[in-house]
Protein backbone atom coordinates (compact mmCIF):
# COMPACT_ATOMS: atom_id res chain seq x y z
CA UNK A 1 0.00 0.00 0.00
CA UNK A 2 1.60 3.11 -0.81
CA UNK A 3 1.91 6.11 1.76
CA UNK A 4 2.71 9.70 1.17
CA UNK A 5 4.14 11.82 4.05
CA UNK A 6 4.10 15.88 3.38
CA UNK A 7 6.58 18.23 5.40
CA UNK A 8 7.88 21.42 4.99
CA UNK A 9 5.16 23.29 5.78
CA UNK A 10 5.67 26.72 7.91
CA UNK A 11 4.63 30.08 8.47
CA UNK A 12 6.12 32.42 5.59
CA UNK A 13 6.29 36.20 5.35
CA UNK A 14 5.09 37.26 1.95
CA UNK A 15 7.65 37.17 -0.70
CA UNK A 16 9.39 34.68 0.61
CA UNK A 17 10.28 30.99 0.35
CA UNK A 18 9.54 27.37 1.17
CA UNK A 19 10.13 23.79 -0.19
CA UNK A 20 7.44 20.97 1.10
CA UNK A 21 8.73 17.35 0.51
CA UNK A 22 6.58 13.99 -0.34
CA UNK A 23 8.61 11.13 0.83
CA UNK A 24 6.81 8.14 -0.83
CA UNK A 25 6.76 4.45 0.66
CA UNK A 26 5.46 1.21 -1.07
CA UNK A 27 6.47 2.32 -4.32
CA UNK A 28 8.46 3.66 -6.64
CA UNK A 29 7.69 7.32 -7.63
CA UNK A 30 8.68 6.55 -11.08
CA UNK A 31 5.46 4.81 -11.38
CA UNK A 32 3.14 7.05 -10.53
CA UNK A 33 1.34 10.12 -11.37
CA UNK A 34 2.29 12.00 -8.41
CA UNK A 35 2.28 15.75 -7.71
CA UNK A 36 -0.09 18.33 -5.28
CA UNK A 37 -2.97 20.00 -4.52
CA UNK A 38 -3.80 22.67 -2.12
CA UNK A 39 -6.94 23.79 -0.22
CA UNK A 40 -7.37 26.92 1.23
CA UNK A 41 -10.30 27.56 3.98
CA UNK A 42 -14.03 27.40 2.42
CA UNK A 43 -12.53 26.52 -0.90
CA UNK A 44 -12.04 23.56 -3.33
CA UNK A 45 -9.33 21.27 -3.19
CA UNK A 46 -7.12 22.34 -6.56
CA UNK A 47 -4.45 20.86 -8.53
CA UNK A 48 -1.08 22.47 -9.03
CA UNK A 49 1.68 20.54 -10.45
CA UNK A 50 2.29 16.82 -10.86
CA UNK A 51 4.29 14.21 -13.17
CA UNK A 52 2.41 12.58 -15.44
CA UNK A 53 4.63 10.48 -16.87
CA UNK A 54 7.33 8.12 -15.99
CA UNK A 55 9.77 10.05 -17.89
CA UNK A 56 9.38 13.10 -15.87
CA UNK A 57 6.93 15.25 -18.20
CA UNK A 58 4.78 17.56 -15.22
CA UNK A 59 2.05 20.01 -15.57
CA UNK A 60 1.82 22.86 -13.71
CA UNK A 61 -1.50 24.99 -13.53
CA UNK A 62 -0.59 28.51 -15.50
CA UNK A 63 -1.63 30.87 -12.05
CA UNK A 64 1.44 29.47 -10.09
CA UNK A 65 3.72 28.55 -12.88
CA UNK A 66 7.11 30.34 -12.73
CA UNK A 67 6.40 30.78 -8.79
CA UNK A 68 5.96 27.50 -8.20
CA UNK A 69 8.14 23.92 -9.53
CA UNK A 70 7.76 20.43 -9.00
CA UNK A 71 11.10 18.07 -8.78
CA UNK A 72 11.75 14.34 -7.71
CA UNK A 73 15.08 12.89 -6.05
CA UNK A 74 14.48 8.85 -7.36
CA UNK A 75 17.23 7.44 -4.64
CA UNK A 76 15.20 9.11 -1.97
CA UNK A 77 11.94 8.24 -3.39
CA UNK A 78 10.92 11.56 -2.75
CA UNK A 79 8.93 14.91 -4.36
CA UNK A 80 9.00 18.23 -3.38
CA UNK A 81 7.61 21.22 -4.39
CA UNK A 82 9.45 24.61 -4.44
CA UNK A 83 7.10 27.65 -3.73
CA UNK A 84 9.00 31.07 -4.27
CA UNK A 85 7.56 34.78 -4.02
CA UNK A 86 4.76 33.36 -2.05
CA UNK A 87 1.42 35.33 -1.36
CA UNK A 88 -1.16 35.19 0.88
CA UNK A 89 -3.63 33.64 -1.25
CA UNK A 90 -0.74 30.79 -1.26
CA UNK A 91 -2.21 29.73 2.12
CA UNK A 92 -3.60 26.52 2.39
CA UNK A 93 -3.22 22.89 3.62
CA UNK A 94 -0.79 21.31 1.05
CA UNK A 95 -1.73 17.65 0.12
CA UNK A 96 0.39 14.92 -1.90
CA UNK A 97 -1.43 12.60 -3.77
CA UNK A 98 -0.42 9.73 -6.22
CA UNK A 99 -2.33 7.57 -9.04
CA UNK A 100 -0.24 4.57 -10.69
CA UNK A 101 0.46 5.78 -14.06
CA UNK A 102 -0.90 1.88 -15.15
CA UNK A 103 -4.81 2.94 -13.64
CA UNK A 104 -4.15 7.23 -14.53
CA UNK A 105 -7.03 7.90 -15.95
CA UNK A 106 -6.49 11.53 -16.08
CA UNK A 107 -5.10 13.82 -18.61
CA UNK A 108 -2.06 15.36 -19.03
CA UNK A 109 -2.97 18.91 -18.95
CA UNK A 110 -4.85 19.00 -15.69
CA UNK A 111 -5.48 17.39 -12.72
CA UNK A 112 -8.53 16.52 -10.55
CA UNK A 113 -8.97 14.60 -6.79
CA UNK A 114 -10.72 12.28 -8.47
CA UNK A 115 -8.00 10.66 -10.85
CA UNK A 116 -5.95 10.12 -7.23
CA UNK A 117 -6.19 7.58 -4.75
CA UNK A 118 -3.51 7.96 -2.78
CA UNK A 119 -3.32 11.22 -0.38
CA UNK A 120 -1.07 12.73 2.07
CA UNK A 121 -1.57 14.29 5.46
CA UNK A 122 -1.29 17.59 4.32
CA UNK A 123 0.99 19.92 5.53
CA UNK A 124 -0.10 23.39 6.67
CA UNK A 125 1.48 26.58 4.85
CA UNK A 126 0.46 29.87 5.95
CA UNK A 127 1.71 33.35 4.12
CA UNK A 128 1.37 36.46 6.51
CA UNK A 129 3.50 39.15 7.42
Known amino acids: QLKLVESGGALVQPGGSLRLSCVVS????????IGWFRQAPGKEREGLTF????????YTRMDVMGRFSLSRDLAKNTVFLQMNNMRPEDTAVYYC??????????????????????WGQGTQVTVAS
Open 97 to 118: AAEPFVSYKGGEHSMYEKDFTS
Open 51 to 58: FWYEDGSS
Open 26 to 33: GGRVNEYA
